[in-house]
């Protein structure tokens, strides 16, 4: 497959372009932050972003999905990203979605997923249990009796936790935190009895909750997949998610390139424009480099999850891209806060927004150290 946008994919880019920066703008994330919004996204905003049909995007359509693919549904999150919209789209459909669409059994694809696609039902992965990403350190347990799973632990960092109908909560089964067999993932209702969920109050605005289970009992066919073979469904799932991200993180670093260079045509220092300095030309120059290297490493990890490569080699290109593009917005945010001459820090300038959400991206499901180890690891090394 070519790694370039076809026409119809060319043409939901530009929708979701169109969309984002009339109905889902900065502002929007502003006034959500500002009026402290108990949910922390626009419910009606959110209804016309599943009407377009973004929340199937990449689902079969025996489940109410479109089947377009996840390069489909990467450009929509790119845009996205360029706007910070607030939406349940990537805990929904980018994490809990792929959950289901990966390892739910066919009774739990009929059931749930078109209410995905719908609307109707908004998801959450309980991954985390610290502040660094490790997905095999579980110390959450699951213990199996005659009416299904007793859980117990708590969950940190849990993506639209506290708005979520359902969290699909991964759990130790067996064995021992750091282990990797053992774990196994349950669908659990968030008002269930035993289920305390507090939200978090990100830097970026984004939605969070930490989420205690004590005692929470679900039935056995609230089990997503096997029995403590729950990294086989969680390691492509995550996968999918991390590039879902780094679509997001590129929207987000492309705009903050373009503001910063239109800055520096606007802003004037001895009766010239700032772009007209050179130190400043090579510094955007160099930042262009890395987004244009950023877009190839996304592009890629799409097309490969497409053309159902193998996973290995998926895995490979999550960890590339999520390295590079992390290092790549790292670099730009800072660097248009420097280049607004330090006044993109004051809360009235929307550059300011950017900077704060690559600080929470980039920890996202592995910062760049923890990719780059990964991906040495998945090359032998």
């Keep these: 497959m070519p790694m370039i946008l076809n026409d119809e994919q060319n043409m939901l880019k ?25 949910d922390g996204f626009d419910r009606p905003t ?52 792929t959950v289901l669409n990966v390892g739910g059994s066919n009774a739990q694809k009929a059931e749930l997923l078109p209410k995905v696609t719908a609307g109707e039902l908004l998801l959450a ?25 007793t859980i117990s632990g708590s969950k940190k960092f849990v993506l639209d936790g506290h708005v979520a109908d359902k969290l699909i909560v991964v759990a130790r089964s067996s064995g021992t935190a750091g282990e990797r067999d053992g774990i196994s993932l349950f669908l659990v209702d968030r008002d269930a009895q035993g289920v305390a969920v507090t939200r978090t109050k990100m830097v970026d605005s984004r939605n969070a909750a930490n989420i205690e289970f004590s005692n929470v009992q679900v039935g056995a066919d609230a089990l997503v997949g096997e029995e403590g073979r729950g990294a086989d469904v969680l390691d492509p799932a995550l996968d999918i998610a991390r590039i879902g991200i780094c679509a997001e993180m590129l929207g987000s670093t492309q705009e903050c390139f373009d503001r910063t260079v239109q800055y520096l045509k606007e802003r004037e220092q001895f009766g010239v424009p700032i772009g007209s300095f050179q130190a400043l030309k090579h510094r955007a120059a160099n930042m262009f480099c890395e987004i244009e290297l950023s877009k190839s490493c996304v592009l890629e990890a799409l097309s490969a999850l497409d053309e159902a490569r193998d996973p290995a080699e ?62 040495g690891e998945l090359e032998g090394y």
Aim: glycine share 12%; net charge negative.
């Design 14 to 38: 530009d929708t979701a372009k169109d969309f984002c920066a009339n109905n889902a703008p900065i502002e929007q994330l502003r006034k959500l932050r500002d009026e402290d919004s108990p």
């Design 46 to 97: 959110w209804s016309q972003m599943v009407e377009l049909g973004w929340a199937g995007i990449p689902f079969p359509e025996e489940h109410g999905g479109l089947a377009f693919g996840y390069k489909g549904l990467g450009v929509v999150t790119e845009e996205a990203g360029r706007t910070l919209a607030a939406s349940p789209l990537y805990a929904t459909v980018w994490l809990g979605g």
């Design 125 to 149: 992965l309980a991954l985390e249990e610290s502040h660094r990403h490790n997905p095999y350190g579980i110390a959450a347990s699951a213990e199996k009796n005659s009416a299904g799973y």
């Design 314 to 375: 998926v895995a490979k290109l999550a960890s590339l891209a999520k390295a590079k593009v992390g290092e790549t917005y790292h670099t730009v945010s800072r660097e248009g806060i420097q280049m607004h001459g330090g006044i993109g820090m004051t809360d009235e300038f929307d550059i300011g927004f950017f900077i704060k959400r690559a600080a929470v991206t980039e920890q996202m499901f592995g910062d760049v150290s923890y990719h780059r180890n990964r991906y």
